[in-house]
């Protein structure tokens, strides 16, 4: 909404003012990461330094029966052993079992050894063989909501020269940065310190400082680098069950996820199907194009995380004839933000299908 400056009349710095452009300026930490300077999460090492694991349920709410935690804690290098029950509130911190020790090898040996009795009683039944089946049949159903609508797509199909329709169906995904997520923290000096590979950093420390019922100056976020994110690392889960894990033990305490745990408990690219209808005319442009469009929702309102579909996705802006619409399929497994949210899924299959009306032409 400002008014374009005069060219003419718009002061421009002199080059030999300059101090950035014409020079080589390279990343802050360029020579830390090529000479493996200990910039990383799991690079942090602190005096009496503990090292933990974590272990959830496999579906999401579920909860800790039993374990044989006193087996636990004879093995070599355990310091301790015990059960989280979860904040109740938020997926941020699932009820488990943490083991604590003396090294971060001893503490996943001692998991592998652990033996859970779970509640699931109130845990997810989220099958993805039940969601392909659930969303083939509302493919044929009428749709819950439009997103976008355009022209006269009915007719424009029954007066096209060519039509073609797929079903498009991608999974959830889930991010697998090379450093697994981790978390040093240390309760001390009546606050909090951590030490931890988060996109969030400032939004974190407020978001401690209310879970953990501490004045935000005495909560201290120390953002480290981190060994790859693609918004992961924009979630609390793995700081909070560090924290969750120190507050019970007088040291500061390094929480490692396994890969395992990576790939189990990871908030995922959402999944979604596409069910196209399009219409080539004479001239071999596309004249109609229509999508139902399903997704997955965890309130039975709106979709998850990074979930939905834009009313602006190309190709619909550029068509005459356009029709997307939208339906959800009940979800409990959170979900998140994964490289270009809410594009990533959706180009491919729009491409794809763009394909397949260029080949039916």
Same mark, same amino acid.
């Not at 990074?306 to 997307?324: T, W």
């Not at 998140?336 to 763009?354: D, K, T, Y």
């Given at each position: 909404?400002?008014?374009?400056?005069?060219?003419?009349?718009?002061?421009? @710095?002199?080059?030999?003012?300059?101090?950035?452009?014409?020079?080589?300026?390279?990343?802050?930490?360029?020579?830390?990461?090529?000479?493996?300077?200990?910039?990383?999460?799991?690079?942090?090492?602190?005096?009496?330094?503990?090292?933990?694991?974590?272990?959830?349920?496999?579906?999401?709410?579920?909860?800790?029966?039993?374990?044989?935690?006193?087996?636990?804690?004879?093995?070599?290098?355990?310091?301790?052993?015990?059960?989280?029950?979860?904040?109740?509130?938020?997926? !941020?911190?699932?009820?488990?079992?943490?083991?604590?020790?003396?090294?971060? +090898?001893?503490?996943?040996?001692?998991?592998?050894?652990?033996?859970?009795? &779970?509640?699931?009683?109130?845990?997810?039944?989220?099958?993805?063989?039940?969601?392909?089946?659930?969303?083939?049949?509302?493919?044929?159903?009428?749709?819950?909501?439009?997103?976008?609508?355009?022209?006269?797509?009915?007719?424009?199909?029954?007066?096209?020269?060519?039509?073609?329709?797929?079903?498009?169906?991608? =999974?959830?995904?889930?991010?697998?940065?090379? !450093?697994?997520?981790?978390?040093?923290? &240390?309760?001390?000096?009546?606050?909090? !310190? $951590? &030490?931890?590979?988060?996109? =969030?950093?400032?939004?974190?420390?407020?978001?401690?400082?209310?879970?953990?019922?501490?004045?935000?100056?005495?909560?201290?976020?120390?953002?480290?680098?981190?060994? %790859? %994110?693609?918004?992961?690392?924009?979630?609390?889960?793995?700081?909070? !069950?560090?924290?969750?894990?120190?507050?019970?033990?007088?040291?500061?305490?390094?929480?490692? +996820?396994?890969?395992?745990?990576?790939?189990?408990?990871?908030?995922?690219?959402?999944?979604?199907?596409?069910?196209?209808?399009?219409?080539?005319?004479?001239?071999?442009?596309?004249?109609? +194009?229509?999508?139902?469009?399903?997704?997955?929702?965890?309130? %039975? @309102?709106?979709?998850?995380?990074?979930?939905?579909?834009?009313?602006?996705?190309?190709?619909?802006?550029?068509?005459?004839?356009? /029709?997307?619409?939208?339906?959800?399929?009940?979800?409990?497994?959170?979900?998140?933000? +994964?490289?270009?949210? /809410?594009?990533? %899924?959706? $180009?491919?299959?729009?491409?794809?299908?763009?394909?397949?009306?260029? $080949?039916?032409?």
């Amino acid at each position: 909404a400002l008014p374009v400056p005069d060219a003419k009349t718009v002061p421009l @710095k002199k080059r030999a003012d300059y101090k950035i452009l014409g020079t080589r300026v390279t990343g802050v930490d360029n020579m830390g990461v090529v000479t493996g300077a200990p910039l990383f999460g799991t690079d942090q090492t602190q005096p009496g330094l503990l090292y933990a694991t974590y272990t959830k349920c496999p579906a999401v709410g579920g909860k800790v029966a039993s374990a044989n935690l006193d087996d636990i804690k004879k093995l070599p290098g355990v310091k301790d052993a015990f059960i989280l029950t979860g904040n109740g509130k938020t997926i !941020e911190l699932m009820p488990g079992v943490a083991i604590v020790a003396t090294s971060t +090898w001893a503490a996943f040996q001692a998991q592998k050894k652990l033996k859970v009795q &779970w509640d699931e009683s109130a845990a997810s039944k989220d099958s993805w063989q039940a969601m392909v089946k659930q969303a083939q049949v509302i493919a044929k159903q009428a749709p819950a909501s439009t997103v976008k609508a355009s022209g006269d797509v009915k007719t424009a199909l029954a007066s096209a020269a060519k039509t073609a329709e797929a079903f498009y169906q991608f =999974s959830f995904v889930s991010h697998s940065p090379l !450093e697994p997520m981790n978390t040093t923290a &240390w309760f001390r000096d009546g606050g909090l !310190e $951590v &030490w931890t590979p988060t996109q =969030s950093g400032d939004s974190g420390q407020v978001s401690l400082s209310n879970m953990f019922g501490l004045p935000v100056e005495k909560v201290i976020v120390h953002q480290t680098r981190a060994g %790859g %994110g693609f918004g992961r690392r924009g979630r609390a889960d793995y700081l909070c !069950e560090a924290i969750a894990i120190a507050q019970k033990v007088n040291a500061p305490v390094k929480l490692t +996820w396994t890969r395992e745990d990576d790939f189990a408990h990871d908030y995922y690219r959402a999944a979604n199907f596409h069910f196209y209808k399009a219409a080539v005319n004479n001239a071999g442009r596309i004249s109609a +194009w229509q999508n139902k469009f399903m997704t997955f929702t965890n309130d %039975g @309102k709106s979709p998850v995380m990074a979930g939905g579909m834009s009313a602006d996705e190309y190709p619909v802006v550029l068509m005459q004839n356009a /029709l997307v619409t939208q339906s959800l399929i009940p979800l409990v497994r959170p979900t998140g933000f +994964w490289r270009a949210p /809410l594009h990533n %899924g959706a $180009v491919f299959a729009h491409q794809s299908f763009m394909h397949e009306l260029a $080949v039916a032409a």
